[in-house]
T-cell receptor
Framework: DAGVIQSPRHEVTEMGQEVTLRCKPISGHNSLFWYRQTMMRGLELLIYFNNNVPIDDSGMPEDRFSAKMPNASFSTLKIQPSEPRDSAVYFC????????????FGSGTRLTVV | GNSVTQMEGPVTLSEEAFLTINCTYT??????LFWYVQYPGEGLQLLLKATKADDKGSNKGFEATYRKETTSFHLEKGSVQVSDSAVYFCALSEGSQGNLIFGKGTKLSVKP
């Protein structure tokens, strides 16, 4: 298995532009998580899905952020409009709903908003 | 609610030194406990885990023991290498979904 695949690896965009981050979870994993990592706040859970359904989006910072999971093999995190304070590394992770296995993380998308 | 507290870094050690990174947790019930490692420019990787009290997780020379009486899961390694330089995250799982609660991470730098 190729693991959790995120794209793009790096994204530089101008303030006000729409940004879409993509994630392909491991086949068979039915939970998917989006995290944001910054020096100031560390690792923050933004939203997670179970069986493609959003379960908890309380970590999504503002209405500018939205996430979808149209099927079991694909999810997007969209920021519209983007702002410089959104600059961070965004990670996607997936797992099976048995807590002993932990998560598998993607390599992340480093977003820079200028 | 559930939470994880890690010692603050950064931690700087010389090669072959002994490593301890402290982790304590607050949880209802009996969570599983994890250590993840993040190498520069990469995502987090599972390093080791323990699913019940007194279990010892181990991998790549690292060990951690699930101590229910002290609610701790300290990470140890007897002799660190330069290649161990990374950020280490302690985490616990909660709920039937197994969602992870992470600590803030501890950066380790090992000098030759």
């Amino acid at each position: 298995d190729a693991g959790v695949i995120q794209s793009p690896r790096h994204e530089v965009t101008e303030m006000g532009q729409e940004v879409t981050l993509r994630c392909k979870p491991i086949s068979g994993h039915n939970s998917l998580f989006w995290y944001r990592q910054t020096m100031m706040r560390g690792l923050e859970l933004l939203i997670y899905f179970n069986n493609n359904v959003p379960i908890d989006d309380s970590g999504m910072p503002e209405d500018r952020f939205s996430a979808k999971m149209p099927n079991a093999s694909f999810s997007t995190l969209k920021i519209q409009p983007s702002e410089p304070r959104d600059s961070a590394v965004y990670f996607c992770a997936s797992n099976l709903p048995t807590d002993s296995l932990g998560y598998t993380f993607g390599s992340g998308t480093r977003l820079t908003v200028v | 609610g559930n939470s994880v507290t890690q010692m603050e870094g950064p931690v700087t050690l010389s090669e072959e030194a002994f490593l301890t990174i402290n982790c304590t947790y607050t949880a209802t019930g009996y969570p599983s406990l994890f250590w993840y490692v993040q190498y520069p420019g990469e995502g987090l990787q599972l390093l080791l885990k323990a699913t019940k009290a007194d279990d010892k997780g181990s991998n790549k020379g690292f060990e951690a023991t699930y101590r229910k009486e002290t609610t701790s899961f300290h990470l140890e390694k007897g002799s660190v290498q330069v290649s161990d330089s990374a950020v280490y995250f302690c985490a616990l799982s909660e709920g039937s979904q197994g969602n992870l609660i992470f600590g803030k991470g501890t950066k380790l730098s090992v000098k030759p």
